[in-house]
């Protein structure tokens, strides 16, 4: 039937094996875009997390729910890491900012979207389908579309140029074992720290939004309703950020943010007004999607163009692995202590994220890739 009740640790499983396919699509995949290109690994991914979510939509037991989560993710990982790699390569460096500010604005619009097809559908079965189904295909459908739109943009110059000099022995084909020597390797320990953490954040929140406020009384109804009127804000933290992204060094972008995930997190946690529930949940989606778009262009630009999606990925990977085991922490913290010791735990996360990008981080600014990449 199209009600299925899950318990929070039911909820961190689904969430931790769609995430884990996501974690090995970046960290196994993800280098693919490095030796095929950027136009055909996008498009082949793409169309991958499409169909396995078509198929996904049409499963009827846990098992292969899971499954087929796994292999949807799977492609998400891998597109991810072209979209990064590929807009950090085809815009110049006065815009790089504000090119990944509107895809990430685009991206964030489909977050209210589904917060309101989800209210809306998944308590009825329209033609005798569950509506948490449609919901499943109306995302497929629209990563279809968005293939259609993207098909006419170019491959990335810098790549091939960088495989016309492997071709002619001027360069070598880039390795894994670049990302640890000379000055990547503080930038490849800053960004596995960082993405270890700030998952906590973005994912703690985001994913369990309707089980947190669940928790502070509030019923699943309206626990639906506020979910959407909260996600409506997930497109406005890249709309700023397409203001700052090219003002602000990148670096300080993503420590602000990150402090205030944490500082508007334990207030979240210590209140039970509606009123104030809504406005702190905003402020944490502004917040948490300010500081996604500023590091998806930030660790783009830390490494040269032979390497760059291939270490892209391999960071990338920490920020799903660490989604796995923090939804099982927080499914813990949350049964046992409740909501306000979340956002605690939450804000100490933020705090690591805040250090190891301020001390660690380089800039970036209005700088090209090439210089960047000395």
């Known amino acids: 039937g199209s009600g299925i009740e ?78 990064d790699t590929y807009i950090a390569e085809l815009m110049p460096h006065a815009q790089r900012g504000r090119a990944f ?16 097809l989800a209210w809306q559908l998944v308590p009825i079965a329209p033609f005798g389908i569950d509506g948490w189904r449609w919901v499943i295909l109306i995302g497929a459908a629209g990563a279809l579309g968005a293939w259609f739109l993207r ?49 906590v954040g973005y994912y703690g929140f985001s994913n369990w939004v309707p089980t947190l406020l669940i928790s502070q009384g509030i019923n699943v109804t309206t ?63 502004l917040c948490n999607n300010l500081m996604s778009l500023a590091f998806h262009a930030y660790q783009a630009e830390l490494y040269p163009t032979r390497i760059r999606a291939r270490a892209v990925g391999f960071v990338y990977s920490f920020s799903r692995l660490s989604a796995v085991f923090s939804a099982f922490v927080i499914a813990f913290i949350l049964h046992d202590f409740g909501v306000g010791p979340v956002f605690l735990f939450i804000a100490g996360c933020m705090a690591v994220v805040t250090v190891a990008v301020g001390i660690l981080g380089p800039k970036t600014n209005n700088m090209a890739l090439e210089t960047i990449s000395e």
């Open 151 to 199: 098909r006419g943009i170019p491959e990335s110059a810098r790549w091939l140029e960088s495989r016309r000099r492997a071709a002619l022995q001027e360069d070598t084909r880039g390795s894994f074992g670049e990302i640890w020597r000379g000055p990547y390797l503080k930038r490849t320990i800053m960004l596995i720290l960082f993405h270890i953490f700030q998952t």
């Open 6 to 83: 899950m318990n929070p640790a039911q909820i961190g499983v689904a969430a931790a094996i769609y995430i884990t396919g996501a974690c090995l699509g970046a960290l196994f995949f993800g280098h693919l875009t490095d030796r095929f290109g950027r136009r055909i690994i996008f498009t082949v991914s793409l169309l991958w997390y499409s169909a396995s979510c078509v198929v996904l939509a049409f499963q009827n037991d846990a098992t292969h729910l899971d499954l087929w989560r796994f292999i949807a993710g799977v492609g998400l990982g891998v597109e991810m890491v072209t979209i």
């Open 101 to 116: 500010a509107l895809n990430y604005t685009l991206q964030f619009c489909a977050v209210p979207i589904v917060a309101l």
């Open 223 to 285: 626990s639906l309703r506020y979910t959407f009127i909260i996600a409506i804000a997930a497109p406005f933290g890249p709309m700023l950020g397409s203001l700052l992204a090219d003002r602000i060094e990148r670096k300080w972008l993503i420590v602000g943010s990150a402090a205030g995930v944490a500082i508007f997190g334990v207030l979240f946690g210590f209140a039970s007004q509606g009123f104030a529930l809504i406005a702190l949940g905003a402020a944490i989606t």
